[in-house]
């Protein structure tokens, strides 16, 4: 089983939608999560990085943490056709950066015109 | 601006031949990391490097080799010996070790035939 599980979709909106990914995960260590934005034939960008559980907004986005389910959560409200990207997850339980860092697959979002 | 660039963008290369990936970096950035990125899976860690003149293995090291010489530097060479090298290959680096986020490049894909 995988450390760290996201559905890859493909999930298609229409422009305007709320969307929401999800990853859950195993390790109960896990405690910095993040998620990436993927455009097709580009390297991924920060979009959220948040610490342990709670809330975090910027913008039309939201990242939510729940580690007492080991479930989090982007949020996207009023989607755009420019948010049409694979989006990834991933975490870490803190010990260094990028070498401990575990990614989900990532989701394939279309929003539609 | 700062960032890193990989190149070439499309590489291809004939089954048996060795090959180099290039990664620079203009950020200043200390730490560097080598992911591969295949359908279905997350991104997998190759190598990583957290000072100059050192680099460690990551969870898919067998077939590839790295050098760090300088900051900005961090090759990778695809041998002969790694079985499956077709693949989108991503450099990031981070500030430093401790739970900074990742700066991707835009990636290489290699092609073997």
């Known amino acids: 089983q995988k450390e760290v599980e996201q559905d890859p979709g493909p999930l298609s909106v229409p422009e305007g939608a709320i969307v929401s990914l999800n990853c859950t995960y195993s390790?109960?260590?896990?405690?910095?999560f993040m998620w990436y934005r993927q455009y097709s034939r580009k390297g991924p960008e920060l979009l959220m990085y948040?610490?342990?559980?709670g809330n975090k907004e910027d913008g039309r986005f939201t990242a939510q943490v729940d580690k007492s389910s080991k479930y989090i959560s982007l949020f996207i409200r009023d989607s755009q056709p420019s948010d049409s990207a694979t989006y990834l997850c991933a975490m870490s339980a803190g010990e260094t950066s990028g070498s401990r860092l575990t990614f989900g697959e990532g989701t394939q979002l279309t929003v539609n015109p | 601006d700062g960032g890193i660039t990989q190149s070439p963008k499309y590489l291809f290369r004939k089954e048996g031949q060795n090959v180099t990936l290039s990664c620079e970096q203009n950020l200043n950035h200390d730490a560097m990391y080598w992911y591969r990125q295949d359908p279905g899976q997350g991104l997998r860690l190759i190598y990583y490097?957290?000072?100059?003149?050192?680099?460690q293995k990551g969870d898919i090291a067998e077939g590839y080799s790295v050098s760090r010489e300088k900051k900005e530097s961090f090759p990778l060479t695809v041998t002969s010996a790694q079985k499956n090298p077709t693949a989108f290959y991503l450099c990031a680096s981070s500030i430093g070790p401790l739970e900074s986020p990742l700066h991707f490049g835009n990636g290489t894909r290699l092609t073997v035939t």
């Open positions: 490097s957290q000072i100059v003149n050192d680099f």
């Open positions: 948040t610490y342990s559980s």
């Open positions: 390790n109960s260590a896990f405690q910095y």
